[in-house]
């Protein structure tokens, strides 16, 4: 009899166990993979997610492949628009307005100039500390509806290891 009792304890034990991480996987956001830079001269790529600043960015991923001979950077994206779903890839071309050893900087102005933008990106890498950030800004001719739905100031985030990616390595 004890044996039974001990097996049905243990199949409680283990349901809870198992409730709860299965809770812990339906909360955790979707993991894009990590960051990551290579820079081979002509060539620079790097792929993330942003991260930090005042006003926490949508759970996404960028892949940024610049090319000196072209003066161009193709950008690819895709983020979750809502727990463990994903909205449509995002595919655009900028030009290059400074290439250095120990920059790139480019900007999605003139696209944005080109529609009915509210606002236009920044993407600057930085070759030497393998870093990159991405800098939002209010576009001045922008329609007067955007107050209502975007933030109109200048927003500033870090490439880096994505949302879930710090929760594994930030334990609380």
């Not at 009792?5 to 979707?30: C, F, H, M, R, S």
């Not at 030497?128 to 509806?145: G, H, I, V």
Request: glycine residues 8%.
């Amino acid at each position: 009899m004890k044996f039974f009792a001990g097996v049905a304890v243990g199949a409680v034990v283990v349901a809870g166990l198992a409730a709860y991480n299965i809770k812990q996987i339906d909360d955790e956001p979707v993991r894009f993979p990590t960051y990551q830079m290579m820079d081979i001269g002509d060539y620079v790529r790097l792929e993330g997610s942003l991260v930090g600043g005042e006003s926490a960015p949508v759970n996404g991923f960028y892949s940024v492949q610049c090319y000196q001979d072209r003066m161009e950077c193709d950008i690819t994206s895709i983020s979750e628009i809502g727990r463990k779903q994903l909205g449509m890839f995002d595919q655009a071309t900028l030009p290059v307005s400074e290439w250095s050893k120990t920059h790139i900087r480019m900007s999605s102005k003139d696209l944005a100039l080109q529609g009915n933008a509210c606002n236009f990106y920044e993407i600057a890498i930085d070759r030497q500390k393998k870093s990159a950030t991405y800098t939002r800004r209010p576009l001045e001719t922008a329609p007067m509806d955007c107050g209502e739905r975007f933030e109109e100031r200048v927003l500033r985030w870090q490439f880096g290891d994505g949302e879930a990616w710090g929760d594994l390595n930030n334990p609380s």
